[in-house]
């Protein structure tokens, strides 16, 4: 018979992991009423705690927090979810509106011992984030960028790009440009050094680079040097240049190639839908929370590389 799970006590209660969690843990934060009820349904579906697990984290809340300012990555929190769950750890979320109500929350959380420990998605340069997590001494898993003393999990936007360009090349293309994302993302940053690198190699200059919204690209297609093919760092912003195309008096792929960095439902809802290099979230959701765990047991950080995103080639190309 299957050992039953946080999750399931959670189903059965009607409330999240992280409220299983704290009542079971006699942790502040929940109701009376709703820690009695998590109680009988644990004794009832005949849950016990994984005393090993407990010996180890006396002092733990079995928690561990991500806060999102912004459209939640849902395919990452379910790898994230789904790696906590084989150590009986519950995932808390929360969404909040700007940097400040973050930092507001960490130190909420920290103060009342209301996780063990967060993951930190989309670092940004000069991330407030960082230094904060450190000063209050927590764990952290950095998704997307490297930081000294801190466990991440990275990417490989060299191997990406190459895959990009090559296949951009082989349809005869020699002009690329590059239309960017939001500046202060790590990942902006990195795929923006990668796309550089790759091109002066394969093709011995750097692509035209101009900013994400359609004003840009109409501009930097309407220069008399105007590039063949252009990247974008982002799905939605190259989806929107291809439902464009007529404005624009382009025909795609014909008279002008898109490729996506990322791939998401966005891209099949254009005709012709957007080649793009897609990411596996899951793993990576799965990887950071695997990283955070150890790092809770040893105290030590660890780096973790994702393997490169896969090219999915599609109608732009």
Known sequence: MKRPTIGDIARRAGVSKAAVSYALNGRPGVSEETRERVSRIAHALGWRANTAALALSAERAGVVGLVVAGPAPWAMVEGIERELAVDGVALQVAIVRDTEAEAETYRDWWAARRVDGVLVIDPRSDDPRIPLLRKLNVPAVLVGAHAPDMSAVVDDPVTECRRAVEHLIERGHRKLGHVAGRAELCRNAHRREALWQVS????????????????????????????????????????????????????????????????????QLVHPGVTAIRHDDGAAGTFAARLLLNHLKTGIPEQRLVGPGELVIRGTT
């Open 200 to 267: 002066q190699e394969l093709l011995g200059v750097v692509p035209v680079a101009t900013g994400g919204d359609l004003q840009a690209t109409r501009a930097l297609l309407a220069r008399p040097d105007r590039p063949s093919a252009l990247i974008y760092d982002e799905e939605t912003a190259a989806a929107t240049t291809v439902a464009h195309a007529s404005v624009l008096n382009l025909r795609i792929p014909t008279e002008l190639a898109v490729v996506a960095w990322g791939d998401s439902a966005v891209c």
